[in-house]
């Protein structure tokens, strides 16, 4: 199981993914789920994945192998918009899938899924959610951020503050809050967090970091969060007495 989550703002594109491959409780790794494909000052593409780690690594090896071949429908850095890129990343997916899902589907799942972000000079940031089938839909002003893998115990706290006034650095924030509430639910999902603050028009990976479990920020995010929820519960007025006897 992983987490991977993309927030698409006016501002640009907040992207975090954890690290965590479980195979079973105790074949626990470590694997990268954040790739990036960069042409400086023209293009940034930022892909996450999550499913099975041979599927999604073999797309992603192929993107990077054809990256500036020009073989046609099949480089990357020849996409013209972020369109493109979220069709390759689809078409990519199927193939690996019908080519290896016989083979696989005895001893597990064979599928994946991506996020897709980043922006090409020439139009804004975009964010796409890649489906294990292949087709996908876009971030949009009204559908802000996306999530793979585990996403339930992440997406209430995103639900309720993520908006369109929402700045990169409070995004950063959601989204490792939203880490948080997950790491702590499911232990399929755990830290080094890669998160990318993609600031529009940067063209740039600068703001990448990847926090890892015992970092100084992250505990101290954490113990702030947990103590200034706290605080706010006791703060809240209690249910009020009963009415009358049912």
């Not at 290896?100 to 991506?114: A, E, I, K, L, N």
Request: aromatic share 6%.
């Amino acid at each position: 199981m992983t987490y991977c989550l993309g927030i698409l703002l006016p501002t640009g594109l907040v992207l975090a993914a954890d690290s965590r491959s479980n195979a079973g409780v105790d074949q626990i790794a470590l694997a990268r789920k954040m790739s990036l494909i960069t042409v400086a000052g023209e293009r940034v593409i930022a892909i996450l994945s999550a499913g099975n780690l041979a599927t999604t690594q073999a797309v992603v090896t192929q993107l990077r192998q054809s990256a500036g071949s020009g073989v046609a429908g099949r480089d990357v850095n020849a996409a013209k918009t972020m369109f493109d890129v979220a069709t390759l990343v689809g078409i990519l997916l199927r193939e690996v899938v019908d080519r290896d899902s016989r083979y696989v589907q005895p001893y597990g799942d064979p599928s994946g899924s991506f996020l897709v972000g980043g922006q090409i000079a020439g139009e804004d940031p975009r964010l796409f959610q890649i489906y294990s089938a292949g087709n996908f839909v876009e971030a949009s002003s009204r559908s802000r951020f996306l999530q793979i893998g585990e996403t339930k115990y992440g997406k209430p706290i995103l639900d309720r503050v993520v908006n369109h006034d929402t700045g990169l650095d409070e995004a950063a924030k959601l989204a490792m809050l939203s880490f948080d509430a997950t790491i702590r639910s499911n232990l399929s999902v755990g830290p080094p967090i890669d998160l990318l603050r993609y600031a529009a028009g940067s063209l740039s990976t600068a703001n990448l970091i990847t926090v890892q479990d015992g970092d100084a920020y992250w505990s101290e995010l954490k113990a702030g969060y947990a103590a200034g929820l706290a605080k706010l519960v006791d703060s809240l007025p209690p249910p009020p007495p009963p009415v009358g006897a049912l």
